[in-house]
């Protein structure tokens, strides 16, 4: 996370040969070990600098940490940690430029995709599996469908805030989608059955605008095998508007749905249940 002072070099070399006098792979293996346990690789470490002033300027190490945790969500790499020994990263216009020349590397758009799966939930959620069971499809289908709809997510970020430079509020309206033929026929795009590849398209005809439409974020705020309002508003609450939810009265069975006649979609029961829980 910075470079290594001669030292800090000189101290760590010193207690491999003591210890593993006349053996280098001991010595090698000790050093690894000391290495891969120190705080400041396991951690995030700013040290508190003396003084009462409760704002302080960051060191041109620090910058450089932060800027890899954030753009790169890595360690920062062996040029950035130069420019920190530089003192480049205490100018705040060297550090722009710096900044902006990091999210041109590719590194950047794969922690933004990352950042908006794990914001908005659709990281750990296996988006479109759900459809083996529910529609009785094999294995093989339902992972190739699942495979589209994390790809329309990542794609959406990629092509609004990255190639086409948007601001980030576009990414919330936009009426265009990356889908593939599978994720075209489950949105009801009319040009579905044309299809014969993935393809950016007009979803708005069918009702759809942004990444909160996409069945990555949808999937993730929902039941197994089920839509869920409730979910998708608690997520709308807490994930976008930071508005903590508190869980429900201990008398309250929240696990189920409401059911309904055969007949009947998923709003019409729930504004059933609003109107009488029983």
């Known amino acids: 996370r910075r470079s290594a002072s001669n030292a800090e ?42 003084g009462t002033d409760p704002i302080v300027a960051i060191s041109s190490q620090e910058a450089a940490n932060r800027l890899a945790l954030v753009l790169w969500g890595s360690a920062p790499d062996a040029s950035l940690l130069q420019a920190a020994d530089l003192g480049l990263l205490a100018d705040s216009t060297a550090r722009a430029r710096i900044a902006s020349a990091m999210l ?36 093989a289908e339902a992972a190739t469908i699942s495979a589209g709809i994390r790809q329309e997510a990542d794609e959406l970020v990629a092509q609004t805030l990255f190639r086409d430079d948007q601001p980030w509020a576009a990414i919330l309206a936009t009426s265009q989608a990356w889908v593939t033929p599978e994720l ?37 705020a929902s039941r197994v095998l089920t839509t869920s309002p409730t979910l998708r508003g608690k997520a709308v609450q807490e994930r976008l508007l930071c508005n903590p939810i508190a869980p429900p009265p201990p008398d309250v069975v929240s696990a189920a749905p409401p059911t309904g006649t055969e007949d009947s979609c998923q709003s019409e029961r729930y504004l059933a249940h609003a109107t009488d829980p029983a």
């Open 184 to 220: 075209a026929a489950l949105y009801g795009v009319p040009e579905a059955e044309t299809m014969t590849g993935s393809a950016w398209m007009d979803v708005s005809v069918v009702g759809r605008a942004g990444i909160l439409s996409t069945t990555a974020y949808l999937g993730a």
């Open 9 to 50: 070099v000189s101290a760590l070399v010193d207690a491999a040969v003591t210890t593993h006098p006349g053996d280098p792979a001991a010595a090698y293996g000790f050093l690894v070990e000391v290495l891969l346990q120190d705080p400041e690789l396991l951690f995030q470490v700013e040290r508190e600098p003396a």
């Open 104 to 139: 041109e590397d590719p590194r950047a758009l794969r922690q933004m995709q990352a950042f908006h799966a794990a914001w908005l939930g659709y990281d750990v959620a296996p988006p479109g599996m759900y459809l083996f069971e529910a529609d009785g499809l094999s294995v």
